[in-house]
């Protein structure tokens, strides 16, 4: 059996990928692929994972976990999404660190079914801004008590994404930009499903759906059923030129505007992180999606 891990971040997701397959729960199903609903396994995933401690389960328990989550007989591929499976807002800058608890909890997680294969999906964002929206969510905070002891400039993904690898070696960690995810979508969808490129899902252009006009959506759709791309990349460029004349400029413009907060510290952080996603592409152990 394999096991995957939707771990978000923090918001590059609200919800958009498990709901994108659920509603291909049945398609998905006849190929063994099972994606249970949130209600069902996010509660009893938690409680688990505090009673292991870490430890890997027995096979007793891993039968009490897949017959909480689960009803089908034939399972192949479990799907389990969640952008609190790492911590909660509130916690992704502790102490100085960008998400110092993600290499425990991924071990923790592939920990609950050992012995199968474990898979980590993830969106990264720029740090830029990440950071507002993260401050956006967590109520009762101000930025200083938010950020504690971490400057703007250590917020860096390549140390998390190699604490991820060391804790859960040999496992499969596919990553991709959120930036880039209106243009990827489908691939991250059927890489998380574990389907190939002609399978259907109509959650296909919901990321789009957020960002362009119902107008221009729906010219894309027509355009898409009148001309299918041969291929990924030259649906990826159908796209681009449709984002270019119907794209909603404020969903695509996020202000950022924090105490101390320049635009040549957005500059510099958007740089660092352009090198850290270079760097994090050519990890051993990373699989990055990419237009």
């Given at each position: 059996m394999q096991v995957v891990y939707h771990l978000g971040a923090h918001s590059t997701d609200e919800e958009r990928l498990v709901r994108g397959l659920l509603r291909a729960k049945g398609p998905l199903?006849?190929?063994?692929?099972?994606?249970?609903?949130?209600?069902?396994?996010?509660?009893?995933?938690?409680?688990?994972?505090?009673?292991?401690?870490?430890?890997?389960?027995?096979?007793?328990v891993q039968e009490v976990l897949l017959d909480a989550v689960v009803d089908a007989d034939h399972v192949e591929r479990l799907v389990f999404s969640n952008e609190l499976f790492i911590c909660i807002p509130q916690k992704a800058i502790t102490e100085g660190a960008f998400y110092p608890?993600?290499?425990?909890?991924?071990?923790?997680?592939?920990?609950?079914?050992?012995?199968?294969?474990?898979?980590?999906?993830?969106?990264?964002?720029?740090?830029?801004?990440?950071?507002?929206?993260l401050l956006g969510r967590v109520k009762g905070l101000s930025y200083e008590e938010f950020m504690g002891s971490a400057e703007p400039m250590q917020i860096r993904w390549a140390p998390v994404v190699q604490r991820i690898l060391a804790a859960a070696p040999g496992r499969t960690l596919t990553l991709w930009c959120n930036e880039d995810t209106p243009l990827i979508w489908p691939e991250v969808l059927r890489s998380v499903a574990?389907?190939?490129?002609?399978?259907?899902?109509?959650?296909?252009?919901?990321?789009?759906?957020?960002?362009?006009?119902?107008?221009?959506?729906?010219?894309?759709?027509?355009?898409?059923?009148?001309?299918?791309?041969?291929?990924?990349?030259?649906?990826?460029?159908?796209?681009?030129?449709?984002l270019s004349k119907f794209a909603k400029p404020e969903e695509l413009e996020v202000e950022v505007a924090l105490p101390g907060w320049t635009e040549d510290l957005v500059e510099e952080i958007t740089e660092a992180y352009d090198h850290d996603v270079a760097e994090i592409a050519a990890m051993p152990g990373v699989r990055f999606l990419a237009p």
């Open positions: 199903a006849a190929q063994g692929v099972i994606v249970p609903g949130p209600g069902r396994y996010r509660p009893v995933l938690r409680e688990t994972m505090i009673k292991l401690k870490g430890a890997p389960a027995s096979r007793e608890m993600a290499a425990r909890k991924v071990a923790a997680m592939s920990n609950l079914f050992p012995d199968d294969e474990c898979e980590f999906h993830m969106a990264l964002r720029n740090p830029a801004t990440l950071i507002p929206a574990g389907v190939g490129p002609d399978f259907a899902l109509a959650a296909d252009t919901d990321v789009l759906a957020t960002i362009m006009t119902e107008d221009g959506l729906k010219r894309l759709d027509s355009y898409l059923a009148s001309h299918p791309p041969a291929n990924v990349d030259q649906r990826r460029k159908i796209v681009s030129a449709f």
